[in-house]
């Protein structure tokens, strides 16, 4: 069963780069898509960011397209999430996911898509 761990959250500067990784265990044969997500209190859990498992589908989400970049390791595997240019407005506890719900060369940013979470991490940008 596919586990994922979460680090690299912490305090930046606007402007600043971050990058976030989750490091995935318990792998089986079956293909995943995997999707970066976040959310603040009281808001709905928002998607950033997704990777279909055969990399043919990336998608972002308008907020921080130019600004950030999905990606995976799968000798290491490892998937990231490099944050560039963050602003204030990027502060949230991010999560990664997997999901097995798409075809191997789709995938998009709808949290009920996804039924494997890491535990999140935050994420604060503040001068």
């Not at 596919?2 to 265990?25: D, F, K, N, T």
């Not at 097995?100 to 995938?107: A, D, E, Q």
Request: hydrophobic share 30%; glycine share 12%; aromatic share 12%.
């Amino acid at each position: 069963q596919l586990q994922l761990v979460e680090s690299g959250g912490g305090l930046v500067q606007p402007g600043g780069s971050l990058r976030l990784s989750c490091a995935a265990s318990g792998f089986t044969s079956d293909y995943y898509a995997i999707g970066w997500f976040r959310q603040v209190p009281g808001k709905e859990r928002e998607g950033v960011s997704c990777f279909s498992s055969d990399g043919g589908d990336i998608n972002y989400a308008d907020s921080v397209m130019g600004r950030f970049t999905i990606s995976r390791d799968n000798a290491k595997n490892t998937m990231y999430l490099q944050m560039n240019s963050l602003k204030p407005e990027d502060t949230a506890n991010y999560y990664c996911a997997a999901t097995k719900t798409f075809g191997r060369g789709y995938c998009d940013t709808k949290a009920e898509h996804y039924n494997i979470w890491g535990q999140g991490t935050q994420v604060t940008v503040s001068s």
